[in-house]
T-cell receptor, first 120, second 113 residues
Framework: GAVVSQHPSWVICKSGTSVKIECRSLDFQATTMFWYRQFPKQSLMLMATSNEGSKATYEQGVEKDKFLINHASLTLSTLTVTSAHPEDSSFYIC????????????????FGPGTRLTVL | GESVGLHLPTLSVQEGDNSIINCAYSNSASDYFIWYKQESGKGPQFIIDIRSNMDKRQGQRVTVLLNKTVKHLSLQIAATQPGDSAVYFCAENSGGSNYKLTFGKGTLLTVNP
């Protein structure tokens, strides 16, 4: 399977600060990346879809000005949690789709290992 | 959106037994389904997938069954091992220009030695 990395794997920050999480596709070009959030004992909830070179598409209820997504290259997407508060503490997971010739992508998504964010 | 409860359904089995994990999906237009395994503190790991034109697919020790009539998926794990202990999620994709996944609530599988 494909390799997707996230950095950092965990971060603790003070309330009001901003935190950037990186998602890298290490062995293929990721045309599309997805960002999920997972609270303890709950399922993954899609936050946004980012496409390389264009603006991210946010799911209903997700504040685009608070969760900034940048997908400037085919191997890197970043999620910045701005002015973080304790309620933003969660497990953030990215996934990527494998880009194929002709602009198509494979169905299968490859998930990163996740980033645990704790806001004090 | 789908509501998510605070308590995961749980399934406890003995090592060597077969496990069956069930999932009800929400969108009748979904045409692609995946089972993921998630260990504590890690990202989801692909187990097996199935398209809507099939009703059964087998992998190594795992089988996925799809019943579109009642919008139901199941994952069968044969000869369950302690290493199978994890949370298992089903996910559905309704197609379209991007393949957004909607995850089910998850089931915590505990395998007792």
């Amino acid at each position: 399977g494909a390799v997707v990395s996230q950095h950092p794997s965990w971060v603790i920050c003070k309330s009001g600060t901003s935190v950037k999480i990186e998602c890298r596709s290490l062995d293929f070009q990721a045309t599309t990346m997805f960002w999920y959030r997972q609270f303890p004992k709950q399922s993954l909830m899609l936050m946004a879809t980012s496409n390389e070179g264009s603006k991210a598409t946010y799911e209903q209820g997700v504040e685009k000005d608070k969760f900034l997504i940048n997908h400037a290259s085919l191997t890197l997407s970043t999620l910045t949690v701005t002015s973080a508060h304790p309620e933003d503490s969660s497990f953030y997971i990215c996934s990527t789709e494998k880009g194929l010739a002709g602009g198509f992508t494979e169905n299968e998504q490859f998930f990163g290992p996740g980033t645990r964010l704790t806001v004090l | 959106g789908e509501s998510v409860g605070l308590h995961l359904p749980t399934l406890s089995v003995q090592e060597g037994d077969n496990s069956i994990i069930n999932c009800a999906y929400s969108n009748s237009a979904s045409d692609y389904f995946i089972w993921y395994k998630q260990e504590s503190g890690k990202g989801p790991q692909f187990i097996i997938d199935i398209r809507s034109n099939m009703d059964k697919r087998q992998g190594q020790r795992v089988t996925v069954l799809l019943n579109k009539t009642v919008k139901h998926l199941s994952l069968q794990i044969a000869a369950t091992q302690p290493g199978d202990s994890a949370v298992y999620f089903c996910a559905e994709n309704s197609g379209g220009s991007n393949y957004k996944l909607t995850f089910g609530k998850g089931t915590l599988l505990t395998v007792n030695p």
